[in-house]
């Protein structure tokens, strides 16, 4: 089984419905992440997780929420898509090394597809 | 501002060939270094990464990538490539004064030809 899950793998939504994508992992990883990948702009972080009660932006978190529910579990939700949010999203993990966590290794999920008609 | 450049948006190179995937990073601290692949349709994998010590790193499938500090890249390398090595690549840097965040380049893609 893999060890980070996403769901679902991929979705078609209209402008102004909200959608909520899961993710979960089996790795024990205190750290979670969401990122967005487009073409020609590489990932770019949305929101991450260093526990469940630490939870910050990332470069651009307009437009998204997230919530930690368990340590195993990171929802990203999108309150009310619009179009320019269609994109492939990527859940990710990471443990703790280095001083002050200054570096991670981070294992990625499958991705989710999201079209926003 | 972009502290990751990845010089090659897309590389063609036919099968059995060399192949150099270029990687800039701006960064007055110090740095960590990784590459990730992504296959067709699947999520990012490590390739490899550089924390400290020797220069040159090797990773998985044949890769390697050298880590020039007075230069601020981190080329990735491979001397004979195959098909399956068609994916996209990316740079990504971790900086020491920010508790483990990646930020990652723009990606190149990698197309094997036979």
């Known amino acids: 089984d893999a060890d980070v899950t996403q769901t679902p793998r991929n979705r078609i939504t209209k402008t102004g419905k909200r959608i909520m994508l899961e993710c979960s992992q089996t790795?024990?990883?205190?750290?979670m992440y969401w990122y967005r990948q487009d073409p020609g702009l590489g990932l770019r972080l949305i929101y991450y997780?260093?526990?469940?009660?630490?939870?910050n932006k990332g470069e651009i978190s307009d437009g998204y929420s997230v919530s930690r529910q368990a340590q195993a579990k990171f929802s990203l939700s999108l309150e009310s898509a619009i179009p320019n949010q269609t994109a492939l999203y990527f859940c990710?993990?990471?443990?703790?090394?280095?001083?002050?966590?200054?570096?991670?290794?981070?294992?990625f999920g499958p991705g989710t597809r999201l079209t926003v008609l | 501002a972009q502290s990751v450049t990845q010089l090659d948006s897309q590389v063609p190179v036919f099968e059995e060939a060399p192949v150099e995937l270029r990687c800039n990073y701006s960064s007055s601290v110090s740095v960590y270094l990784f590459w990730y692949v992504q296959y067709p349709n699947q999520g990012l994998q490590l390739l490899l990464k550089y924390l400290s010590g020797s220069t040159l790193v090797k990773g998985i499938n044949g890769f390697e990538a050298e880590f020039n500090k007075s230069q601020t890249s981190f080329h990735l390398r491979k001397p004979s490539v195959h098909i399956s090595d068609t994916a996209e690549y990316f740079c990504?840097?971790?900086?020491?004064?920010?508790?483990?965040?990646?930020?990652f380049g723009q990606g190149t893609e990698l197309s094997v030809k036979p």
């Open positions: 997780s260093f526990d469940v009660k630490d939870i």
């Open positions: 990504a840097v971790s900086k020491s004064n920010q508790g483990g965040k990646l930020i």
């Open positions: 990710a993990t990471s443990d703790v090394y280095g001083l002050a966590g200054s570096y991670n290794e981070q294992f």
């Open positions: 790795k024990g990883h205190d750290r």
